[in-house]
């Protein structure tokens, strides 16, 4: 089973706060974070630009963040689900991405590459997503959904943009 979303395998997800001062992971860890992102996004077969947005919305780059019912680290594993997906230690980054994209590859090949039922069900839980045939009706997991196919929409005008100067 597999992330805060991933983690979120049974009941409906808050949105995370952080423990300590928000840092800008990308700021401080520039390239190797973001060549690690790229590298396991391609390993899982996973969009990277998917997993960027992902990042920003469970944690906004924030590698201690911790949400109110405890999912922790950049893609917010509840304990539970970390402990599932062999990760010792939720807020090293390297480790939460790997887990956390890992999930998100089963979520996507469980609801046969449906973006928006794998992100339903890492944020409310696969039980979720199948029990309701689809997006749950919980307002959290809807919006939750929406910001990141929202990102993904931006992006996706901006790279266009981009290629017509």
Do not use: C, K
């Not at 949105?15 to 300590?20: K, N, Q, R």
């Not at 077969?45 to 201690?64: H, R, T, W, Y």
């Not at 590459?113 to 307002?139: D, E, F, Q, T």
Request: no cysteine; proline share 7%; aromatic share 6%.
């Amino acid at each position: 089973m597999p992330a805060y979303a991933a983690s979120r395998l049974t009941a409906a997800p808050d949105m995370p706060h952080t423990v300590s001062g928000v840092s800008d992971l990308r700021e401080e860890s520039g390239p190797d974070i973001d060549s690690h992102i790229r590298e396991v996004a391609a390993r899982y077969n996973v969009p990277g630009n998917l997993v960027v947005a992902m990042i920003e919305v469970e944690s906004q780059f924030d590698p201690q963040a911790v949400s109110r019912r405890g999912a922790r680290g950049l893609m917010q594993l509840m304990p539970v689900t970390a402990e599932i997906l062999g990760v010792s230690d939720p807020f090293d980054p390297r480790e939460n991405i790997e887990a956390g994209v890992r999930h998100l590859r089963g979520l996507l090949n469980r609801f046969d590459n449906n973006v928006p039922l794998a992100l339903a069900a890492y944020n409310a839980g696969h039980r979720a997503v199948i029990n309701y045939g689809g997006i749950p009706p919980y307002r959290e997991t809807r919006q939750y959904v929406s910001r990141i196919l929202r990102r993904l929409d931006r992006d996706r005008v901006n790279t266009f943009r981009q290629g017509l100067t």
